[in-house]
């Protein structure tokens, strides 16, 4: 599915920090993402109780939060889930788990070039009209999360804006410069949606900031054959450790 859309302008974009050192020094971290619902529960309550507290005017009462996590998620990581159902209770809402992620995708220690690539798909019922705020543990270019917003709106839901616990992306906006995507369509044309399945529109800041650093097509084909073998042996070095 190409990716047509992103966040809208009006959505709001909340986070409670900006390293993901601030999670992962927890006690629970290492548990809660390797599946422990128990850990994941921990981690929230005593790292995000405020902060979800602070934003819960930001959003009417009524909305769905929902969150990139696996139909089969067992082993894999369960704050996401556990934070959109923390959200949905503390802002009275729904934690939708109608939306899940087809695959995962290994972004854990990928490069900007790796996620570009390793775009996530979705599948689900989403409720045409309905609120949507998507709710991840950590976001650094934000295409996981871009991906989620262009499944929902080409469903006919509507997106309100997210909810993370860690945003480390060096912009922490959603929605890219407009001087980026003129730059990006004036260099490339239609180009970068060839390569990536993104509408140069619905690339995120960091994306397009990233993509903006590339002089030609050839220059960005060429990087992406590179990564392609960076992941296959990062990927390999997971299964031998």
Known sequence: MERVYSFPPDSQHHHCFTKDTDIKRHGAYQAAKAGDFDAALELVEDLASDFLAGIKSCFPSG????????????????????????????????SDTDVVQVQKVFHTGADP?????????????????????????????????????NFVLLKGGKIAGSVVLVNAGRSKRFSPVKKHIQLLEDRFGDEINEIFGIHTTALTANEASYLVGFRSADEIRNRCLKAEKETALRLLSKKDS
């Open 63 to 94: 909305m769905n939060f929902v969150s990139p996590y696996a139909r089969e998620a067992t082993g894999d990581n369960a704050l996401p889930l556990v934070l959109s159902l923390e959200c949905a209770r503390k802002m009275s809402g729904k």
């Open 113 to 149: 070039m790796e996620r570009l690539m390793l775009r996530p798909s979705f599948e689900g019922q989403v409720t045409p009209g309905a609120l949507y705020v998507l709710v991840d543990d950590v976001t650094s270019m934000g295409g996981t999360l871009a991906e989620l917003a």
